[in-house]
């Protein structure tokens, strides 16, 4: 049966490609959701990308994929640093879990220094610019193989 991967964002992330390009790049959510289902389908891997404002949506879409997917990658944005609720949230979830930050989180202010999630993540990748859900992807392909 096909794995099927959810692709997580969390807060501001619809305004990728449409802000800050000097930060984010000029990729929206969308074009990252095309490279990653070509991608996927080449390994494959169906994935299933989402983007929520609201951190509950978030955590209940983690609690969906622990029936509905093999393996999470996600970049929680903002909540990242704040939220103990979705690293509660994946530490429920079986499979991998990947994080993914597009800018170099190490290289901003310090208050984005510590991710929660990266206590339960069993990867992160950082400052590789939106390739980093590509890469995610990939690293999946293989944790699941
Ligand atoms: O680098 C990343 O991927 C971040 O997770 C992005 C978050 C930030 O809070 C994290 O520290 C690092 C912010 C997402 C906001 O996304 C926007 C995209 C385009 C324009 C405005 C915001």
């Not at 992330?13 to 990729?27: A, F, S, T, V």
Request: charged share 20%; glycine share 8%.
């Amino acid at each position: 049966m096909t794995k099927t991967v959810y692709i997580l964002n969390g807060p501001n992330l619809n305004l990728l490609g449409k802000r800050q390009p000097e930060i984010y790049g000029h990729d929206t959510l969308a074009d990252v959701e095309a490279v990653c289902a070509e991608l996927g389908e080449k390994i494959g891997l169906k994935t299933r990308l989402l983007q929520s404002n609201w951190e509950g949506q978030i955590i209940d879409w983690i609690h969906e994929a622990r029936d509905a997917a093999q393996g999470i990658i996600i970049n929680p944005a903002a909540l990242t640093h704040t939220s103990v609720a979705v690293l509660d949230a994946l530490n429920t979830f079986d499979g991998p879990v990947l994080e993914v930050h597009i800018s170099n989180v190490h290289q901003r202010e310090s208050f984005r220094h510590h991710s929660y999630v990266s206590q339960r993540a069993d990867g992160v990748i950082a400052g590789f610019g939106v390739e980093g859900y590509a890469l995610a992807l990939r690293r999946m392909g293989r944790l699941l193989a």
